[in-house]
């Protein structure tokens, strides 16, 4: 147990930016062997599609696999300390000198690359479903009446994630999957 | 005013919680609509500040919350808004986990993943909409994010921390050339 908050500490300490399921299969997988890639895998697949920070549902699936209800409370309180406590301290620091331009243009800069970032997994995401019609009609609804029209996520997300699951349940059908 | 902010936020990140479907990201511009655009608790400049923060800083992009209640509330409300920001999602999918853990491989398991993942990507999107538009960076915020998102499509393995860094640093430049 106190292995895997150290873990999920560490993990936590060092999570700039996104691509950390890398980081959560070196500590798990290949450093301490706890779990097959067959079951990170699959976990990880499950992390995604749920709501919630992915690497969060990530590492509480596996504190559940490998100590049950206290692994995955050790695992989400070991993965958030770090993170809470930086972004106040930080924030704080920044206010500190909050009047120079200089700083102000390069916390502007790290989100503009921010975005990039985000634009790279939403790339991965249309790479994913770039042969499924339906898919793109999805995501391009979506994107369009939240990210353009400026409707509301809740009633949005509340219609097209059944449609969505309907016809993914069709296609499937018919694949004979 | 603080008092009121302290439990409406609150109120506002427990759906946002539960539909934070493909990442913390995909509620960003949700959150950002609720708290600058209707409610008028902080500016839309204060809200990039606060995401550039949590963006320099480890965790995901959506401690935003977690400022933004530390602003309007001091520390109790940072706490419940982090408990109100990741409570929700993670007894859902601890719940749904251990209930599936049963099923794995079979057919519902791929139809949900499969349906999910489009709604998933188009509040990706929607998010990254949103935070270049209150940016207010024109040319230089589409021109930064092309070419970070240019630079890791080309290097996966580069590191995070050095890409942001790299787009701080430029923006500092090109802002100081300016």
Redesign the interface.
């Known amino acids: 147990m106190p292995g895997l908050f150290v873990a999920c500490f560490k993990i936590g300490s060092l999570s700039f930016g996104g691509g950390l399921s890398g980081w959560v299969h070196r500590e798990f997988v290949q450093r301490h062997g706890w779990i097959t890639d067959e079951e990170f895998a699959a976990n990880l697949a499950m992390a995604q599609m749920f709501p919630g920070v992915n690497v969060v549902n990530l590492v509480i699936g596996l504190g559940e696999l490998l100590r049950g209800p206290g692994g995955a409370v050790a695992c989400l309180i070991g993965f958030l300390t770090t993170p809470f406590f930086a972004v106040l301290a930080l924030d704080g620091l920044t206010r500190l000198v909050a009047d120079t331009r200089g700083l102000e243009a390069f916390m502007e800069g790290v989100a503009f690359a921010a975005i990039g970032m985000l634009v790279v997994v939403c790339g991965q995401g249309i790479a994913r479903v770039r042969h499924s019609p339906m898919g793109l009609a999805t995501i391009i609804v979506i994107a369009g009446s939240v990210g353009v029209l400026g409707w509301s996520m809740l009633p949005v997300v509340l219609v097209a994630a059944p449609v969505s699951i309907a016809f993914a349940n069709a296609r499937i059908a018919v694949d004979g999957g | 005013m603080e008092d009121d902010g302290f439990w409406s936020l609150s109120w506002i990140l427990v ?13 960003i ?2 959150l950002e ?1 609720e708290v600058v ?1 209707q409610q008028g608790w902080i500016s839309s400049q204060e809200f ?16 935003v919350a ?2 933004i209640e ?1 602003k309007l509330a001091g520390w109790t409300g ?1 706490v419940v808004a ?1 408990l109100a920001l ?1 409570l929700p ?2 007894a ?3 719940a ?3 209930t ?2 049963r099923h ?1 491989g079979k ?1 519902w ?24 538009r209150l ?1 207010g ?1 024109g040319l ?2 589409v021109g ?10 080309r290097f996966p393995g580069l ?3 050095a ?10 430049g090109l ?2 050339w300016g």
Not at chain 2, 15 to 27: M, N
Not at chain 2, 110 to 131: K, Q
Not at chain 2, 163 to 172: D, H, N, V
């Open positions: 759906p946002l919680s539960l539909l934070s479907i493909g990442g913390g990201a995909s509620i511009a949700g609509t655009r990039l500040h606060m995401f550039a923060v949590t963006r320099a800083a480890p965790g995901p992009g959506t401690m977690t400022l530390y940072a982090t990741f999602s993670s859902l999918f601890y749904v986990f251990r599936s853990n794995r057919r398991h791929r139809v949900l993943r499969e349906g999910l993942a489009p709604v998933g990507t188009g509040l990706m999107i929607a998010g990254v909409m949103a935070i270049l940016s960076g230089l915020a930064i994010a092309g070419a970070a998102a240019a630079i890791l499509y590191s995070a921390l890409i942001i860094l790299g787009g701080g640093l430029a923006t500092l802002r100081a």
